[in-house]
């Protein structure tokens, strides 16, 4: 009876083991590329199907391409962190070039091109980091610091009762 224990025991703790080694790569697993996704349309806010995408960065070894699907959306996905340059180019509309796209590990960040009717020739060429819309993260600016920054007679008492629970060190810092 005794060896009998022993055996179910001994199955019980090889397939607790078994499970562990099986779940284990998963749970290591740490994400550590992004992606940009958008959509390409004229002046007027129609979609632009076909349209050829290609996207650069130091962060690739070749370009990755991509063409605008017939809702005129397109995907780049497993992109390295790093600073990206996204050229678009469609017949009958001026080449579309955005320069300094910030990408972060996770980040899947919208960028809605708008192409001018015009010749392929000439390039309409955004520079500047412009707002990108990211929905898969939720963040807000930090209101401490905002009314950090905020003159002292500027101050309200709602930004006062904005700072509760702030760093106490911040709050010793306003007054």
């Not at 996204?86 to 017949?91: F, I, Q, R, S, W």
Request: aromatic letters at 6%; charged letters at 15%.
């Amino acid at each position: 009876m005794e060896k009998h224990s022993t055996r179910r025991v001994g199955l019980t703790v090889l397939l607790i083991c078994a499970l562990a080694l099986a779940i284990q790569p998963t749970a290591l697993a740490q994400e550590t590329t992004g992606g940009i996704k958008g959509y390409v349309k004229d002046s007027s806010g129609a979609r632009i199907p076909g349209a050829q995408l290609e996207l650069t960065s130091a962060a690739l070894l070749v370009p990755k391409k991509a063409e605008s699907d017939n809702a005129g959306y397109f995907y780049f996905s497993v992109l390295p962190p790093g600073s990206y340059t996204l050229t678009v180019t469609a017949p009958k509309f001026h080449t579309y070039k955005q320069t300094d796209i910030a990408l972060t590990v996770g980040a899947l960040p919208t960028i809605d091109v708008s192409l001018e009717v015009g010749t392929v020739s000439e390039i309409v060429e955004v520079t500047g980091r412009t707002p990108i819309v990211d929905v898969t993260r939720a963040t807000a600016p930090n209101v401490t610091t905002i009314v950090a920054n905020r003159p002292f007679m500027a101050r309200s008492s709602a930004d006062e009762a904005k700072l509760d629970g702030a760093n106490v060190c911040t709050i010793a810092a306003l007054h």
